[in-house]
């Protein structure tokens, strides 16, 4: 079966850093990426990146602060956050098939999801 398992969420203080991970098994996909949640709020898109590396895209409050990345040899997407906000806390899910011409779409498979909590 496709997984997708997220890890390294955690309590972090405003204007640190965290970095998540997303293991993938059973497929591949053609990109990935992360879309997060947080309490009484829609699922909104975080960054994706294609599978070559070449393309990568960000939702507009992540730009300059976040940056994705991906080791295709082990199948994982990595979510590097800094000069976090409290804003930014909610649950972070990794997610399969994330992109499509140059847009976010509704991504096909989703990680259980991982807390990021950012104290003020």
């Known amino acids: 079966q496709v997984r997708l398992v997220e890890s390294g969420g955690g309590l972090v203080q405003a204007g640190g850093s965290l970095r998540l991970s997303c293991a993938a098994s059973g497929r591949t996909f053609s990109n990935m990426g992360w879309f997060r949640q947080a309490p009484g709020k829609g699922r909104d898109f975080v960054a994706g990146?294609?599978?070559?590396?070449?393309?990568?895209l960000y939702g507009d409050s992540m730009k300059g602060r976040f940056t994705i990345y991906s080791d295709n040899a082990k199948n994982t997407v990595y979510l590097q956050m800094n000069s976090l906000r409290f804003e930014d806390t909610a649950v972070y899910y990794c997610?399969?098939?994330?992109?499509?011409?140059?847009?976010?779409?509704?991504?096909?498979?989703w990680g259980q999801g991982t807390q990021v909590t950012v104290s003020s």
């Open positions: 997610a399969a098939d994330v992109m499509r011409n140059g847009a976010w779409r509704n991504p096909s498979y």
């Open positions: 990146i294609s599978w070559n590396g070449d393309s990568t």
